[in-house]
C-alpha cells in the first residue's frame, strides 16, 4: 500500500481528502476547485492518486496546488481503485479521511459536514445528487436532480458511496484497508462490512452532498449493472462479503433470473420499467458469472 509521493510544501492538517484518479485530467481541475471553495471547513489538504493514467492527471493536480488548497500526487501504478485508494490513505497525514472521485464536484460543505461526523466509532456517508453529463441527457433510470441518499437499515447491508464518506485512518487500519482484488462497481462496500462488522457504525450526512455524473449512454449503464453482479460474486467470498453470500448463490440467482423473466409482461410497455427490467437481468447473469468463474 504504498507508492512514490510527489509533494508541495504544505502544513500537517488533520483532513486529509484522497481522489483516486485513472485518466481523469479532463474532470479532475472541477473536483479541486469545488474543494477549494469549501465553506467553514477545517485545514485539509488533497492528495491526488495518479492510478497509473496515461494522460495528464499528476500535472493537473499539482496545477491546482494554491494558497487556499494544498494538492499532493501519490503514484500507484497498479490500476485498481481501491489499490488507489490504499496508497494515498497510506501517505495521508491526517487522521480522518475523505473520498471522493476525480469526476464528480463537492458541494460547499461537503468537507465540513463529512469530517464532523467521523469519530472513533462512526463513519460518515455522504449522498449524491444526480446530474447528467454537460450537453448530454440524463440516464433515463435517473433523474436530474434526483437524491441518492443512502439507508442504514438493519440488518446491514452496506450502500455507502465510495465517492462522497469519512473516516478515522485508524479504522482503516484495525480493519485491514481496503480489498485491492476488488475493482468494479460495488467495490468499497466489502470494505464497510468489515467495519460495521468490527462495531463501527455508519452515520448519514444529508448536508454532504456531490453532483453525481450518471452515464447517459444507456449500454454503458447496461454493461455497469453487469459488471455490478460480477463484483457482488467476488466479494462475496471475500471477509466483508458474508451478507452477498446468500444471493449471489447460483440456486438463489437462477429463481431470481426466473422470476424477472416472468414479469415481462409488467416492464414490456413503459421505457424507464423496459430498462430497469433489463438492468436487473444483467446484474443477475453478472453474479452468475461472477460466482462460477471466480
Same mark, same amino acid.
Given at each position: 500500500?504504498?507508492?512514490?509521493?510527489?509533494? &508541495?510544501?504544505?502544513?500537517?492538517? @488533520?483532513?486529509?481528502?484522497?481522489?483516486?484518479?485513472?485518466?481523469?485530467?479532463?474532470?479532475?481541475?472541477?473536483?479541486?476547485?469545488?474543494?477549494? #471553495?469549501?465553506?467553514?471547513?477545517? &485545514?485539509?489538504?488533497?492528495?491526488?492518486?495518479?492510478?497509473?493514467?496515461?494522460?495528464?492527471?499528476?500535472?493537473?493536480?499539482?496545477?491546482?496546488?494554491?494558497?487556499?488548497?494544498?494538492?499532493?500526487?501519490?503514484?500507484?501504478?497498479?490500476?485498481?481503485?481501491?489499490?488507489?485508494?490504499?496508497?494515498?490513505?497510506?501517505?495521508?497525514?491526517?487522521?480522518?479521511?475523505?473520498?471522493?472521485?476525480?469526476?464528480?464536484?463537492?458541494?460547499?460543505? $461537503?468537507?465540513?459536514?463529512?469530517?464532523?461526523?467521523?469519530?472513533?466509532?462512526?463513519?460518515?456517508?455522504?449522498?449524491?445528487?444526480?446530474?447528467?453529463?454537460?450537453?448530454?441527457?440524463?440516464?433515463?433510470?435517473? #433523474?436530474?436532480?434526483?437524491?441518492?441518499?443512502? @439507508?442504514?437499515?438493519?440488518?446491514?447491508?452496506?450502500?455507502?458511496?465510495?465517492?462522497?464518506?469519512?473516516?478515522?485512518?485508524?479504522? $482503516?487500519?484495525?480493519?485491514?484497508?481496503?480489498?485491492?482484488?476488488?475493482?468494479?462497481?460495488? @467495490?468499497?462496500?466489502?470494505?464497510?462490512?468489515?467495519?460495521?462488522?468490527?462495531?463501527?457504525?455508519?452515520?448519514?450526512?444529508?448536508?454532504?452532498?456531490?453532483?453525481?455524473?450518471? &452515464?447517459?449512454?444507456?449500454?454503458?449503464?447496461?454493461?455497469?449493472?453487469?459488471?455490478?453482479?460480477?463484483?457482488?460474486?467476488?466479494?462475496?467470498?471475500?471477509?466483508?462479503?458474508?451478507?452477498?453470500?446468500?444471493?449471489?448463490?447460483?440456486?438463489?440467482?437462477? #429463481?431470481?433470473?426466473?422470476?424477472?423473466?416472468?414479469?415481462? &409482461?409488467?416492464?414490456?410497455?413503459?421505457?424507464?420499467?423496459?430498462?430497469?427490467?433489463?438492468?436487473?437481468?444483467?446484474?443477475?447473469?453478472?453474479?452468475?458469472?461472477?460466482?462460477?468463474?471466480?
Amino acid at each position: 500500500m504504498h507508492g512514490k509521493t510527489e509533494t &508541495p510544501d504544505a502544513g500537517k492538517p @488533520d483532513v486529509t481528502v484522497v481522489i483516486p484518479a485513472l485518466d481523469a485530467s479532463s474532470t479532475l481541475a472541477v473536483q479541486l476547485l469545488a474543494l477549494a #471553495r469549501q465553506v467553514d471547513a477545517p &485545514p485539509f489538504s488533497v492528495i491526488v492518486v495518479d492510478n497509473g493514467s496515461q494522460d495528464a492527471t499528476a500535472a493537473v493536480a499539482l496545477s491546482c496546488n494554491s494558497d487556499q488548497l494544498s494538492v499532493s500526487v501519490v503514484h500507484e501504478p497498479n490500476r485498481g481503485i481501491n489499490r488507489a485508494r490504499n496508497a494515498g490513505i497510506e501517505a495521508a497525514s491526517g487522521s480522518t479521511i475523505l473520498l471522493c472521485d476525480a469526476d464528480d464536484r463537492v458541494g460547499d460543505a $461537503w468537507v465540513r459536514e463529512l469530517a464532523a461526523n467521523v469519530s472513533d466509532h462512526t463513519w460518515a456517508v455522504g449522498c449524491a445528487l444526480v446530474v447528467p453529463r454537460p450537453g448530454q441527457p440524463i440516464e433515463p433510470l435517473w #433523474r436530474h436532480g434526483q437524491l441518492i441518499r443512502p @439507508d442504514c437499515k438493519e440488518p446491514y447491508f452496506d450502500n455507502t458511496l465510495g465517492g462522497s464518506c469519512g473516516f478515522s485512518k485508524a479504522m $482503516w487500519r484495525h480493519i485491514g484497508g481496503f480489498n485491492p482484488q476488488l475493482n468494479g462497481p460495488g @467495490d468499497e462496500h466489502e470494505f464497510f462490512m468489515r467495519a460495521h462488522g468490527s462495531g463501527y457504525r455508519p452515520v448519514v450526512v444529508d448536508a454532504a452532498v456531490i453532483e453525481y455524473v450518471r &452515464p447517459s449512454e444507456r449500454h454503458i449503464w447496461l454493461r455497469l449493472q453487469y459488471t455490478k453482479g460480477v463484483h457482488n460474486s467476488i466479494a462475496a467470498r471475500a471477509e466483508g462479503g458474508t451478507a452477498l453470500r446468500l444471493i449471489c448463490r447460483p440456486a438463489t440467482v437462477i #429463481r431470481l433470473m426466473l422470476r424477472t423473466v416472468l414479469s415481462t &409482461p409488467r416492464y414490456i410497455r413503459n421505457s424507464e420499467d423496459r430498462w430497469r427490467w433489463l438492468g436487473r437481468l444483467n446484474m443477475l447473469t453478472g453474479r452468475l458469472v461472477g460466482w462460477i468463474r471466480y
